[in-house]
Structure formats: structure tokens, C-alpha cells
Nanobody, 124 residues
């Protein structure tokens, strides 16, 4: 059973930055596509970003493109989400997920393992 543990959430003012981390329990984590999703109050969980096992293959939701950067350190079994120029509507619980699919990585159904989430709150 792969376990994912997110960290790095918190309270930040609009325009600020946060870096989320997702520690993966398995040594073969480099085999997984890793994704970040978020769920705001009263809304469905949505795709934010993903990185395939090939580190230069990434994808971003249009709403975060140019502000968020996903990366992975396979030696540390950790995935990061650097979030810059944060906005109040970025407030949500952010979830890390792992899956073996190469295709359709925006689809939550293609992820087999999920973390518990970390709260990000952006104040105006």
C-alpha cells in the first residue's frame, strides 16, 4: 500500500507563495504519475497539476499555469508544488495522488493512491 503525506499548507496573503510537498512511502515512486488536486468548500475536487514519471512531462490546469510549478525528486520520493502569486480563490484542501497511468492524467479516476490533504488558505 502506497502512502502519501502532504505538507506545506498554511495561511498566506494574496500574492504570496507556498510550497507543498508530498512524501511517497514507496521506493518505486518514480514509476508513478503524481498529481495535485484541490477541493474548495462547496465545490468538487479538481485537477491542479501532474507530473509523469518522466520529469519533464507536466500538465497544469489553465487557472494555475504560469503561477504553479510541479516537480519531483525521485531520490527523495517527494513531489512538490510551488505556488506563487496566490489568490483567494486558490483556497482549498490540496491533495496529492499517485497513479500508473500515462494518459488522461487530469482524470482523478486514474489515480490509485491519495493523501489526506493539506489546507491552503489565501487571505485577501
Amino acid at each position: 500500500q502506497v502512502q502519501l503525506v502532504e505538507s506545506g499548507g498554511g495561511l498566506v496573503q494574496a500574492g504570496g507563495s507556498l510550497r507543498l510537498s508530498c512524501a511517497v512511502s514507496e521506493r518505486t515512486s518514480s514509476s508513478y504519475t503524481m498529481g495535485w488536486f484541490r477541493q474548495a468548500p462547496g465545490k468538487e475536487r479538481e485537477f491542479v497539476s501532474a507530473i509523469r514519471r518522466s520529469e519533464d512531462s507536466t500538465d497544469y490546469a489553465d487557472s494555475v499555469k504560469g503561477r504553479f510549478t510541479i516537480s519531483r525528486d525521485n531520490a527523495k520520493n517527494t513531489v512538490y508544488l510551488q505556488m506563487n502569486s496566490l489568490k483567494p480563490d486558490n483556497t482549498a484542501v490540496y491533495y496529492c495522488a499517485a497513479g500508473l497511468s500515462w494518459w488522461n492524467i487530469r482524470n482523478q479516476a486514474n489515480y490509485d493512491y491519495w493523501g489526506q490533504g493539506t489546507q491552503v488558505t489565501v487571505s485577501s
